[in-house]
């Protein structure tokens, strides 16, 4: 039998329900998403691209299944995956941290709240995605208001990728950062990629960057996705 894609997008639409004139005006029915389909196989940095406010997030949404669809979505051949086997990364890190929290916990967070490996077990692998991110281990006693964009966006792809997942969405993840930051997270995703196959989902405005990253592109107008 053929081995599944990575991710098989088929048919998904979206409708956003805008209850923008009051609880008692009339319900507009807004189409975002206009039969997707989109295959993206092992391997790959997929890039995304197209204008604000065509769909990119509404899609990446629909992935991760936080909300409602017509459509289906397959990962790894499989229907609700779950939130394990894709992990995402924001635009915005400082906002995706809790700033009470030292880097170490919240690094260790997404093992804890799934229950994987023991304490020590935890500290160690902690250790270990700190460096693969580019990050001293030493980090881990630093809080969140200490460290610089970049590398607040560090510590996020490697909350991401502590889980294993087997598909990161990078969702406008440099456009906070200033251009040289922005450039070492595109060369960390290259590295990731080539070093530990990780396969990426490359979502951005920045047409240079998905140019310079990406393996395979499409763009998105009004819902519909086409590749370039
Ligand atoms: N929760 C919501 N309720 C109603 N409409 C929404 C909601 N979220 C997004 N939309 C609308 O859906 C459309 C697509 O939004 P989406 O955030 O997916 O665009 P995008 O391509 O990610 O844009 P950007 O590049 O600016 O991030 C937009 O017109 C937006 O206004
Ligand atoms: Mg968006």
Redo the contacts with the bound molecule.
């Keep these: 039998m053929e081995s599944a894609s990575l991710l098989s997008i088929r048919n998904v639409s979206n409708v ?3 209850r923008r004139h009051g609880i008692f005006g009339k319900i507009e029915e ?1 189409p ?1 998403l206009n039969k997707i389909n989109l295959e993206i196989e092992k391997g790959e940095i997929f890039g995304l691209t ?12 629909c992935i991760l299944g936080l909300i409602d669809y017509d459509g289906e979505i397959f990962i790894c051949g499989e229907k609700n995956a779950g939130t394990e086997v894709i992990q995402m990364v924001f635009q915005d890190p400082g906002a995706s941290l809790n700033p009470v929290k030292k880097i170490g916990w919240l690094m260790e967070e997404p093992l804890v709240i799934h229950r994987k490996n023991n304490a020590k077990e935890r500290s160690q692998a902690v250790d270990e995605m700190l460096l693969r991110v580019g990050l001293d281990p030493s980090y881990k006693t630093r809080g969140v208001h200490e460290l610089s964009g970049g590398q607040k966006q560090r510590v996020c792809i490697g909350r991401a990728l502590i889980l294993k997942p087997h598909l990161l969405i990078a ?2 993840a440099i456009s906070s950062l200033d251009v040289s930051a922005g450039a070492q997270i595109l060369n960390l995703f290259r590295e990731l990629h080539e070093s530990f196959s990780l396969d990426i989902l490359f ?1 951005s ?1 920045n047409k240079d960057a998905v140019d310079y990253l990406c393996t395979r592109k499409a763009v ?1 107008d009004k819902g519909e996705i086409k590749e370039i």
């Design positions: 956003y329900t805008d807004k975002v197209g204008k604000s406010g065509c769909g990119k997030s509404t899609l990446a949404r969702d406008e979502i405005h998105m």
